[in-house]
């Protein structure tokens, strides 16, 4: 079975910056499309940022675009979510998601495999 496993959530102040790291296991890593989502409290999953299989397209939600970087290493099967100015709407549980294809979806449906996710508190 397939298992996706994301770290570096914490408890940070307004303005400052986090790297969520990513790595999955099951799967040949390389071959497939990786995205980032979040869910605040009494809201809906929202896509944040995702890369495809060989790094040559990435996507941003408006939100954090400027603000959030999606990068990954195959070689270490790894990927990350790089987060500057923090912001208190930031503020949310963290997702890791494996697609079901090598290119870049936007949605949640695009995405197979789930993390359980690591969660993001920014204080003002």
């Known amino acids: 079975q397939v298992q996706v496993v994301e770290s570096g959530g914490g408890l940070v102040q307004s303005g400052d910056s986090l790297r969520l790291s990513c790595t999955t296991f099951g799967r040949t890593f390389s071959r497939y499309a990786m995205g980032w989502f979040r869910q605040a409290p009494g809201k809906e999953r929202e896509f944040l940022a995702g890369i495809n299989y060989n790094s040559d397209t990435t996507k941003y939600a408006d939100s954090v675009k400027g603000r959030f970087t999606i990068s990954r290493d195959n070689a270490r099967n790894m990927v990350y979510l790089q987060m500057n100015s923090l912001k208190p709407e930031d503020t949310a549980i963290y997702y890791c998601?494996?697609?079901?294809?090598?290119?870049?979806?936007?949605?949640?449906?695009?995405?197979?495999?789930w993390g359980q996710g690591t969660q993001v508190t920014v204080s003002s």
């Open positions: 998601a494996a697609g079901r294809l090598g290119w870049v979806g936007v949605d949640s449906k695009d995405y197979a495999y």
